[in-house]
């Protein structure tokens, strides 16, 4: 579980606070009341000299313990509760209708009674903006605190932390009578945001210190992240007790103790403890494409570049209009150059669906294998990706003296499609869903790798391979040697998990240029000036709740705008990908309008997408070959479509729903006035029409 940085979580954060024990709320408004770090920097008040040295040596040990700590400011506004002297201090970030918080508040209640004289427990409200009442309920709690102190404050706490689910006004306003406070201040309170410059104050210390979800602690400075079992609490507590012990020999008074830790400490974000409930933890290890398989996967009719006895044999999958297809071309004539007759080359198709100009491009690529000029029609595809309209395969079959009226049929009529189908299902089984994709002497290779990547693998291959010979296998019949026990399916094995920190996500203030798919759903004004991309997920519950806000935006501003939609299925919501695919190809057979009556059902049927639901949602939208989108879901045509736009924001820390109102980034299941500053600002920016 992680926190990110300004601006808003990425699909790995998104991914990591709801799997691991804790709400996501990236890049969006929260509260606390707090000072300046400054103010934590006072001198300590007991008399005795303070051996500085010690104190830093007992807060942040050898170079070899990698403690890091975040000066977080525990003011005297800030509520707290637990011993006032106590030698460890739990700064926690939350909500109060956050899940997760209410759940690990039970545990924060027994380490107050475990350590009811060495812990205190400082709480800073962050009300995450999809929680519709977490913002009224933190006014509630700080105007408990103006009238009665912290101990109003935390018996505010409690009553709302008990009954989460029953948060609105009146609710408030029967706590606040409960508690015998001033209800007409109270409510004055709440009508006129008197706490309001407070929360903004949190918006600024939370992303500082890259806190964008809820629950985040830190232990004397030290990150805690989630809804964490009591022991990952414990344990972090004993050493810090350890630590403030030497703190307070070293001449530093017990309630001064926070104060000297601070001075030790850091105003940048700094790493966090990983983990997080036993149920909802994801595995520490990922599955990924095992390195070491050899696949079963035979030259067969294919077109061939090089000697049949080539001690390695290259099968490269493509799109004929993949620009990472057409980019890796120049690497691999430097393979050819470099290797010469020890490797040869095979081509197997795999138009992606996205690429409406591929299928036909493969038609003449093969109807060009045909006239005997497979690899000269491949070498001008490549060289052309992005001109392979109809117009375009009529002059390079001309170009390349091939028989134009034999490459019209072989488009008009499919007449490879059997055989293009046969690639693209045989490499998808193996794994190969995206392109480009190669199989060096059956070993998986994925994606537009450097000129290095190819030439280590093929080393190892040739090294093996020549071995083989050296050992009374022919040359003529090696690759069959090699791949006659290869697998006949993806094989996998378990990897660490990748770090979910990356590179910190875009401000509101920058511009993203995020290219629109010519094939993606739209809706609204086709050709306004306008475009909102609207990244998104079926099983998002959040992304189910900003749906009428933006039924209500295109109602209110259809004229002005037009929605794209791009898919963003997170990995723990485990039909999102399929509902997606499901999504796909509704769009390829009844196009936008059947796409947005599929994606409404969907939507309105968030807890219902397992396959048996797709189909009845699918022939429900009426005017869908079911045998088709059985067969699409089956081989999973249209997940390569759906990765494209998880790919394109790969770099981008975000979740869902996110945004892009012409570029820039609207985070979160958002009011609608957010979405119409957004796109007024958007249209001010616009530049004058001729």
């Not at 723990?572 to 999504?583: G, L, R, V």
């Amino acid at each position: 579980m992680t926190t990110t940085r300004r601006g808003f979580g990425a699909w790995i954060s998104v991914l990591a606070m709801c799997a691991m024990g804790g709400c996501s709320g990236a890049g969006l408004s929260g509260g606390a009341s707090a000072t300046t770090p400054g103010a934590l920097a006072a001198p300590p008040r007991d008399a005795r000299p303070v051996d500085e040295e010690a104190v830093a040596a007992a807060v942040n040990g050898t170079a070899d313990d990698g403690i890091e700590r975040a000066r977080i400011p525990v003011a005297g506004t800030t509520p707290t509760r637990g011993a006032t002297d106590a030698l460890v201090t739990i700064v926690e970030f939350a909500d109060f209708q956050c899940p997760f918080c209410i759940r690990v508040d039970a545990t924060l209640r027994e380490i107050l009674h475990r350590y009811p004289t060495q812990v205190r427990i400082a709480w800073i409200d962050y009300p995450l903006p999809f929680h519709e009442f977490a913002p009224g309920a933190a006014h509630a709690a700080m105007e408990a605190q103006r009238q009665g102190g912290d101990r109003m404050f935390w018996r505010m706490h409690d009553l709302m932390m008990d009954n989460r689910d029953s948060l609105a006004r009146a609710d408030l306003q029967n706590y606040a009578q409960q508690l015998g406070l001033d209800l007409r201040a109270f409510n004055a309170a709440l009508d006129h945001g008197t706490h309001a410059a407070a929360l903004t104050r949190a918006m600024d210390l939370a992303r500082s210190f890259d806190v964008t979800g809820t629950p985040a602690f830190f232990i004397n400075g030290r990150s805690l992240v989630g809804a964490q079992p009591i022991e990952r609490f414990t344990a972090l507590i004993d050493d810090e007790i350890a630590r403030a012990q030497r703190v307070v020999a070293a001449g530093v008074a017990p309630a001064d103790v926070y104060a000297a830790f601070m001075r030790h400490a850091s105003d940048s974000p700094v790493g966090e403890a990983r983990g997080g409930d036993d149920d909802e933890a994801p595995s520490p290890t990922i599955a990924a494409p095992d390195a070491s398989a050899v696949y079963a996967i035979p030259v067969g009719n294919s077109p061939v570049r090089g000697r049949n006895d080539a001690l390695v044999t290259i099968v490269e999958v493509g799109d004929f209009q993949c620009p990472f297809c057409a980019r890796v071309q120049a690497t691999l004539e430097q393979v050819r150059s470099h290797y010469g007759n020890d490797v040869r080359f095979v081509w197997r198709n795999n138009p992606l669906p996205f690429h409406p100009n591929a299928e036909p491009a493969a038609q003449f690529a093969m109807e060009a294998n045909a006239q005997g000029k497979f690899w000269q029609a491949h070498d001008l595809l490549f060289q052309n990706s992005q001109h392979l309209e109809r117009a375009d395969l009529e002059r390079y079959a001309h170009q390349l003296h091939l028989n134009e009226r034999a490459i019209a049929n072989a488009i008009d009529t499919h007449e490879f499609q059997q055989a293009i189908e046969a690639d693209s299902a045989l490499v998808i089984g193996l794994g190969a869903r995206g392109t480009p994709a190669f199989f060096v002497n059956g070993r998986f290779l994925s994606g537009a790798q450097p000129y290095e990547a190819f030439a280590a693998l093929i080393d190892e291959e040739l090294a093996k391979a020549r071995d083989r010979v050296a050992h009374g296998t022919p040359r003529a019949t090696l690759y069959d040697a090699i791949i006659a026990d290869g697998a006949t399916s993806a094989r996998t094995v378990q990897v660490p998990r990748p770090s979910p920190r990356a590179a910190p996500s875009p401000g509101p203030d920058v511009v993203l240029n995020i290219p629109v798919p010519a094939n993606a759903p739209r809706r609204g004004n086709a050709h306004a000036r306008v475009v909102i991309q609207m990244f998104s997920d079926f099983q998002c519950p959040f992304c189910g709740r900003v749906e009428p806000t933006i039924t209500q935006l295109l109602a209110e501003r259809g004229n002005d705008i037009a929605l794209i939609w791009r898919n963003y299925p997170l990995p723990f919501h485990q039909n999102a990908m399929p509902a997606a695919e499901a999504a796909l190809e509704v769009q390829a057979q009844g196009g936008d309008t059947k796409f947005w009556q599929f994606h409404d059902l969907l939507i309105q049927n968030q807890t219902a997408l397992e396959r048996a639901d797709l189909e009845r949602y699918a022939a429900q939208v009426g005017g869908i070959n079911m045998a088709r989108f059985r067969r699409a879901l089956d081989r999973h045509t249209h997940q390569p479509a759906v990765e494209a736009d998880m790919h394109i924001v790969e770099s981008l820390r975000i979740g869902t729903p996110s945004f892009l109102v012409n570029g820039r980034m609207v985070q979160g299941a958002q009011p609608i006035e957010v979405f119409r500053a957004a796109v007024d600002r958007a249209i001010a920016e616009l530049p004058p029409q001729p």
